[in-house]
């Protein structure tokens, strides 16, 4: 089944920077979009972002663009997300999704279990 490892996540200062990652095992990583999405406590599902199956185009929310890249390394099965210019309100359960944005927020069973984030002073 699709398996999703995330890993990366940790406390950091505002205006930090933190990279995470997706290690996909379970399906061929390389013939689908991938998504990040993140979760604060008593919110819903945020989109971070997405990218197509080459990495060639990527997608932001506008909370984000700017400051987070997403990128993939299809040899190596591993989506990234590089998160600069942390804020206060990027704190949340950050996950990986396979699949576009438009699929994987009402799919959970295609999300990992998450890795926190959590920017705070």
């Known amino acids: 089944q699709v398996q999703l490892v995330e890993s990366g996540g940790g406390l950091v200062q505002p205006g930090g920077s933190l990279r995470l990652s997706c290690a996909a095992s379970?399906?061929?990583?390389?013939?689908?979009?991938m998504t990040w999405v993140r979760q604060a406590p008593g919110k819903g599902p945020e989109w971070v972002s997405d990218?197509?199956?080459?990495?060639?185009?990527?997608r932001y929310a506008d909370s984000v663009k700017g400051r987070f890249t997403i990128s993939r390394d299809n040899a190596k099965n591993t989506l990234y997300l590089q998160m600069n210019s942390l804020k206060p309100e990027d704190t949340a359960l950050y996950y990986c999704?396979?699949?576009?944005?438009?699929?994987?927020?009402?799919?959970?069973?295609?999300w990992g279990q998450g890795t926190q984030v959590t920017v705070s002073s």
């Open positions: 379970g399906f061929t990583f390389s013939h689908y979009y």
């Open positions: 990218i197509d199956i080459g990495g060639d185009t990527t």
């Open positions: 999704a396979r699949g576009a944005v438009t699929v994987v927020l009402t799919h959970r069973e295609y």
